[in-house]
């Protein structure tokens, strides 16, 4: 059956008068990355995002909800008047690569590795100030091949926070209300900022409130939103610094991620001690040995020793460290 598949399309490309608006999907559909459509609002595809988010992330309940929100009505929209912007922010190890690589799973067949979705990050990608043309270069040339291929293409920029503000300008004009930009229409492509600035801020609301005894589950995306915004300007340091993006208001949603309490720590604990099979089941899993890789790791503030200085990001290093002791 592939064989006669594989004649079938070898003849035809060898034909001169081929029709490769024909041929290309098929290509695809044997390469397995074929260019997402747009999502019919009750499929399978919003609801594996819903699934997927919901069973694998802990303690984000504002990002959970904004992103099924803002992800489902862009892809469920057959002509969006914009591309979306979602800036997550928060401290290090809180799940903001992971959830994006949630999002490119549920959305390509090939997830972060389809050619249609592109991580860039500040310091891998954009190290030298003095290769600023280069770069900017690069990133046009890049957005204008993957969306001209594919207009549900998806760009993931990286501690956005440390890219040269003149960089951060060059992509201003893709997410702009532009109907047709060089004839192609980015209108449909999504693009994800990520960055550690506020996280500071965002842990010291989560902090304010906890004193106050206001429940975690409770903290809203308007309790955030200003910290944010607030935060990215007047980081001097940071390129979003009276940068061009904020100022001319692109940012479809500003997403907190709140910092990781120590439940949250255990569950990373033991997604990760059932991933390396050190258990079968999570039933099986000691609670001691759960405890003392919590305990490798440290909190803050001194005082309540609440949140996860590295959210749950060294817990694989902390927990191979422990089970291997004997
Ligand atoms: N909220 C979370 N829920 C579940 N696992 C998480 C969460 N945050 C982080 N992790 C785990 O920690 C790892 C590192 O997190 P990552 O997303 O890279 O953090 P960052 O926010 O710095 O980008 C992830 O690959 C994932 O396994
Ligand atoms: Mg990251």
Redesign the pocket.
């Known amino acids: 059956m592939c064989l006669k598949w594989f004649c079938f399309i070898a003849i035809a490309t060898s034909t001169v008068n081929v029709d490769a608006i024909w041929i290309l999907p098929r290509i695809c559909w044997f390469q397995g990355d074929c260019c997402p459509e747009t999502w019919i609002p009750e499929n399978s595809n919003v609801s594996g995002l819903f699934n997927r988010l919901q069973d694998?992330?802990?303690?984000?309940h504002i990002v959970l909800k904004a992103v099924k929100r803002y992800i489902k009505v862009h892809m469920t929209d057959k002509d969006p008047s914009k591309a979306v912007l979602l800036a997550m922010h928060?401290g290090?190890?809180?799940?903001?690569?992971?959830?994006s690589s949630i999002i490119a799973e549920s959305i390509y067949q090939k997830g972060m590795k389809s050619k249609f979705v592109h991580f860039l990050s500040a310091t891998i990608h954009f190290p030298h100030k003095n290769d600023i043309k280069q770069y900017q270069d690069y990133l046009r040339k890049l957005m204008e091949t993957s969306v001209k291929n594919c207009e549900r293409s998806m760009f993931i920029f990286d501690e956005i926070d440390k890219m040269p503000p003149d960089l951060i300008d060059t992509i201003i004009p893709y997410l702009n209300y532009y109907d047709n930009h060089s004839g192609i229409n980015y209108r449909k492509a999504i693009f994800i900022f990520?960055s550690n600035t506020a996280g500071r801020d965002i842990q010291q609301q989560t902090l304010n409130f906890w004193h106050e005894g206001k429940e975690r589950d409770s903290i809203e995306l308007k309790d955030m939103k200003k910290l944010i915004t607030t935060s990215a300007f007047n980081t001097k340091e940071s390129s979003l610094y009276h940068s061009d993006v904020l100022i001319h208001h692109v940012i479809t949603a500003y997403i907190p991620?709140l910092p990781?309490e120590r439940k949250?720590i255990r569950?990373?604990i033991k997604d990760y001690l059932l991933l390396k099979k050190y258990y079968k089941n999570c039933e099986d899993i000691k609670d001691e040995k759960v405890r003392e890789i919590e305990e490798q790791l440290q909190y803050s503030p001194e005082e309540e020793q609440l949140f996860s200085t590295t959210?749950?990001?060294r817990?694989p290093e902390k927990t191979i460290y422990v089970m291997e002791e004997d």
């Open positions: 694998k992330v802990y303690g984000q928060g290090t190890g809180t799940g903001k690569s992971y959830i990520l991620f990781l949250h569950q990373c959210g749950c990001k817990v």
